[in-house]
Protein backbone atom coordinates (compact mmCIF):
# COMPACT_ATOMS: atom_id res chain seq x y z
CA UNK A 1 0.00 0.00 0.00
CA UNK A 2 1.49 3.42 -1.18
CA UNK A 3 0.81 6.96 1.10
CA UNK A 4 0.50 9.96 0.01
CA UNK A 5 2.66 12.98 0.88
CA UNK A 6 1.24 14.66 3.52
CA UNK A 7 0.54 10.63 5.51
CA UNK A 8 4.63 10.20 5.10
CA UNK A 9 5.20 14.14 6.19
CA UNK A 10 2.84 13.46 9.32
CA UNK A 11 4.79 10.74 10.59
CA UNK A 12 7.97 12.62 9.52
CA UNK A 13 7.42 15.24 11.69
CA UNK A 14 6.29 12.50 14.47
CA UNK A 15 9.45 11.56 14.19
CA UNK A 16 11.07 14.51 14.68
CA UNK A 17 9.37 15.79 17.69
CA UNK A 18 10.77 12.65 18.92
CA UNK A 19 13.96 13.78 18.15
CA UNK A 20 13.38 17.18 19.45
CA UNK A 21 12.64 15.47 23.29
CA UNK A 22 16.15 13.67 23.03
CA UNK A 23 18.04 16.74 21.81
CA UNK A 24 16.46 18.95 24.94
CA UNK A 25 17.31 16.57 27.61
CA UNK A 26 21.16 16.00 25.86
CA UNK A 27 21.64 19.55 26.25
CA UNK A 28 20.17 19.70 29.24
CA UNK A 29 22.81 16.89 30.94
CA UNK A 30 25.81 17.96 29.00
CA UNK A 31 29.02 18.92 30.27
CA UNK A 32 30.19 22.34 29.33
CA UNK A 33 33.85 22.57 28.40
CA UNK A 34 35.20 25.51 29.38
CA UNK A 35 38.62 26.32 26.72
CA UNK A 36 40.22 28.26 24.12
CA UNK A 37 38.64 27.83 20.47
CA UNK A 38 41.06 28.17 17.41
CA UNK A 39 39.81 28.38 13.60
CA UNK A 40 42.96 28.25 12.20
CA UNK A 41 43.59 28.48 7.72
CA UNK A 42 44.96 29.23 4.80
CA UNK A 43 44.66 32.23 3.10
CA UNK A 44 43.92 32.52 -0.77
CA UNK A 45 42.73 29.25 -1.29
CA UNK A 46 40.16 29.83 -3.74
CA UNK A 47 42.57 32.66 -5.46
CA UNK A 48 45.53 30.37 -5.88
CA UNK A 49 43.32 27.15 -6.43
CA UNK A 50 41.46 28.97 -9.46
CA UNK A 51 45.00 30.29 -11.25
CA UNK A 52 47.28 27.16 -10.92
CA UNK A 53 44.56 24.67 -11.00
CA UNK A 54 43.49 22.20 -8.81
CA UNK A 55 46.35 19.86 -8.44
CA UNK A 56 48.59 22.44 -7.27
CA UNK A 57 45.68 23.89 -4.73
CA UNK A 58 45.39 20.27 -3.56
CA UNK A 59 49.02 20.09 -2.87
CA UNK A 60 49.12 22.99 -1.27
CA UNK A 61 46.43 22.09 1.40
CA UNK A 62 47.79 18.55 1.57
CA UNK A 63 51.22 19.80 2.61
CA UNK A 64 49.58 22.28 5.10
CA UNK A 65 47.25 20.32 6.99
CA UNK A 66 49.97 17.25 7.32
CA UNK A 67 52.36 20.13 8.41
CA UNK A 68 49.73 21.53 10.90
CA UNK A 69 48.70 17.62 12.69
CA UNK A 70 52.53 16.91 12.84
CA UNK A 71 52.62 20.27 15.11
CA UNK A 72 49.47 19.87 16.54
CA UNK A 73 50.24 16.50 18.17
CA UNK A 74 53.16 17.66 19.74
CA UNK A 75 50.73 19.51 22.21
CA UNK A 76 48.93 17.40 24.35
CA UNK A 77 46.85 20.37 25.66
CA UNK A 78 45.54 21.34 22.17
CA UNK A 79 43.22 19.09 19.98
CA UNK A 80 41.88 19.43 16.71
CA UNK A 81 37.81 19.27 16.53
CA UNK A 82 37.68 18.59 12.75
CA UNK A 83 39.22 19.86 9.65
CA UNK A 84 37.89 22.83 7.61
CA UNK A 85 39.18 21.65 4.15
CA UNK A 86 42.07 24.03 4.13
CA UNK A 87 42.05 24.33 7.91
CA UNK A 88 40.76 23.30 11.53
CA UNK A 89 38.94 23.82 14.38
CA UNK A 90 40.68 23.34 17.72
CA UNK A 91 40.20 23.27 20.87
CA UNK A 92 42.81 24.21 24.11
CA UNK A 93 42.99 24.52 27.68
CA UNK A 94 46.06 26.64 27.26
CA UNK A 95 46.06 30.12 25.30
CA UNK A 96 50.29 29.81 25.36
CA UNK A 97 49.98 26.63 23.52
CA UNK A 98 47.90 27.59 21.11
CA UNK A 99 50.06 30.99 20.20
CA UNK A 100 53.10 28.34 19.91
CA UNK A 101 51.71 26.22 17.88
CA UNK A 102 50.26 29.07 15.36
CA UNK A 103 53.96 30.72 15.59
CA UNK A 104 55.86 27.62 14.44
CA UNK A 105 53.52 27.46 12.13
CA UNK A 106 53.96 31.26 11.21
CA UNK A 107 57.61 30.43 11.14
CA UNK A 108 57.68 27.45 8.65
CA UNK A 109 55.40 29.54 6.43
CA UNK A 110 58.04 32.29 6.58
CA UNK A 111 61.02 29.70 5.92
CA UNK A 112 58.78 27.86 2.82
CA UNK A 113 57.84 31.54 1.28
CA UNK A 114 61.88 32.24 1.45
CA UNK A 115 62.65 29.04 -0.22
CA UNK A 116 59.96 29.06 -3.69
CA UNK A 117 60.07 32.78 -3.70
CA UNK A 118 61.36 32.40 -7.14
CA UNK A 119 58.90 29.91 -8.40
CA UNK A 120 55.63 31.39 -8.52
CA UNK A 121 54.02 27.63 -9.09
CA UNK A 122 54.67 26.86 -5.27
CA UNK A 123 51.52 29.07 -2.53
CA UNK A 124 52.45 30.82 0.22
CA UNK A 125 51.87 28.40 3.26
CA UNK A 126 50.55 31.80 5.11
CA UNK A 127 47.34 30.96 7.47
CA UNK A 128 44.92 33.48 9.33
CA UNK A 129 43.44 32.45 12.75
CA UNK A 130 40.93 33.58 15.08
CA UNK A 131 40.63 32.48 18.87
CA UNK A 132 37.79 32.56 21.71
CA UNK A 133 37.01 31.54 25.16
CA UNK A 134 34.11 30.15 26.68
CA UNK A 135 32.03 27.23 27.56
CA UNK A 136 31.09 24.95 25.09
CA UNK A 137 29.13 21.08 24.80
CA UNK A 138 29.59 18.72 22.71
CA UNK A 139 27.32 16.86 20.94
CA UNK A 140 29.20 13.58 18.74
CA UNK A 141 32.17 14.78 18.73
CA UNK A 142 31.31 17.93 17.68
CA UNK A 143 31.17 21.62 19.53
CA UNK A 144 28.28 24.22 19.69
CA UNK A 145 27.89 27.51 21.41
CA UNK A 146 28.50 30.79 21.62
CA UNK A 147 32.29 31.07 21.81
CA UNK A 148 32.45 28.62 18.74
CA UNK A 149 29.52 31.33 16.80
CA UNK A 150 32.22 33.85 17.55
CA UNK A 151 35.60 32.45 17.06
CA UNK A 152 33.72 31.62 13.30
CA UNK A 153 32.48 35.20 12.72
CA UNK A 154 36.17 36.54 13.88
CA UNK A 155 37.80 34.22 11.40
CA UNK A 156 36.29 36.54 8.82
CA UNK A 157 38.18 39.18 9.45
CA UNK A 158 40.97 39.85 7.22
CA UNK A 159 43.88 41.09 9.34
CA UNK A 160 45.45 44.57 8.86
CA UNK A 161 49.02 44.07 8.53
CA UNK A 162 51.29 41.06 7.02
CA UNK A 163 52.51 40.21 10.83
CA UNK A 164 49.48 39.35 12.38
CA UNK A 165 49.39 35.78 14.20
CA UNK A 166 45.91 36.13 15.38
CA UNK A 167 42.59 38.10 15.72
CA UNK A 168 41.23 37.57 19.05
CA UNK A 169 38.14 38.51 20.77
CA UNK A 170 38.21 41.06 23.75
CA UNK A 171 38.00 38.92 26.49
CA UNK A 172 40.47 36.84 25.40
CA UNK A 173 43.34 39.88 25.04
CA UNK A 174 42.22 41.45 28.75
CA UNK A 175 42.76 38.37 30.65
CA UNK A 176 45.99 37.40 28.80
CA UNK A 177 48.00 40.20 27.19
CA UNK A 178 50.15 41.35 30.36
CA UNK A 179 50.96 37.20 30.82
CA UNK A 180 51.80 36.74 27.05
CA UNK A 181 53.59 40.01 26.07
CA UNK A 182 55.87 39.05 29.78
CA UNK A 183 56.52 35.62 28.60
CA UNK A 184 56.35 35.80 24.62
CA UNK A 185 58.00 38.80 23.93
CA UNK A 186 58.11 38.40 20.42
CA UNK A 187 54.39 38.67 20.67
CA UNK A 188 52.46 42.33 20.77
CA UNK A 189 49.07 43.42 21.40
CA UNK A 190 47.45 45.72 19.25
CA UNK A 191 44.46 48.25 20.41
CA UNK A 192 41.36 46.50 20.40
CA UNK A 193 38.74 47.66 18.08
CA UNK A 194 34.85 46.48 17.28
CA UNK A 195 34.54 44.17 14.30
CA UNK A 196 32.54 44.73 11.47
CA UNK A 197 29.17 44.10 11.82
CA UNK A 198 28.63 42.62 8.50
CA UNK A 199 30.79 39.77 9.44
CA UNK A 200 28.05 39.29 12.28
CA UNK A 201 24.53 37.91 12.35
CA UNK A 202 21.69 39.49 12.88
CA UNK A 203 20.68 39.77 16.07
CA UNK A 204 24.50 39.03 17.69
CA UNK A 205 25.23 41.09 19.60
CA UNK A 206 28.73 43.32 18.80
CA UNK A 207 32.43 42.18 19.14
CA UNK A 208 35.62 43.40 19.96
CA UNK A 209 38.26 41.97 18.38
CA UNK A 210 42.62 42.66 18.63
CA UNK A 211 45.13 41.87 16.33
CA UNK A 212 48.17 39.35 17.89
CA UNK A 213 51.53 40.57 15.88
CA UNK A 214 54.61 38.80 15.64
CA UNK A 215 57.91 40.13 15.90
CA UNK A 216 60.20 37.46 13.37
CA UNK A 217 63.34 37.99 13.98
CA UNK A 218 62.73 37.86 17.83
CA UNK A 219 60.61 35.20 17.37
CA UNK A 220 63.56 33.58 15.51
CA UNK A 221 66.09 33.76 18.78
CA UNK A 222 63.92 32.72 21.35
CA UNK A 223 64.44 29.42 23.16
CA UNK A 224 62.01 29.75 26.35
CA UNK A 225 58.97 27.44 26.27
CA UNK A 226 58.02 25.37 23.26
CA UNK A 227 58.90 22.20 25.28
CA UNK A 228 57.27 19.89 23.45
CA UNK A 229 58.59 20.89 20.03
CA UNK A 230 62.23 21.00 21.43
CA UNK A 231 61.35 17.38 22.87
CA UNK A 232 60.36 16.75 19.44
CA UNK A 233 63.46 18.51 17.88
CA UNK A 234 66.10 16.98 20.07
CA UNK A 235 64.92 13.23 19.05
CA UNK A 236 64.73 14.74 15.03
CA UNK A 237 68.69 15.59 15.42
CA UNK A 238 69.59 12.44 18.07
CA UNK A 239 68.46 10.37 15.30
CA UNK A 240 70.66 11.75 12.33
CA UNK A 241 73.55 11.61 14.33
Given amino acids: MTANMRAICAELLTEGKAQEMAAQHR???ADLVDAYWAIVDLTSSTAFRL???ENKAFVRIAVYTSLFQMICDEFAEIKIIKGLGDGFLLRSQSFRSILQLLALVDGVAQYWDADVRNNPGYPSLSARAAISHGPAFEEQGDFYGAPIDRVARISGLKPVSG?????VDETVRRVNQDRIEAELPFLKF??????????????EQPVRVCEIQIDRLKFGDFDKFFVPIQNWYAKRIGGRS
Fill in 27 to 29: YES
Fill in 51 to 53: AAG
Fill in 163 to 167: SCLAV
Fill in 190 to 203: KKPFPLDPDLLKAG
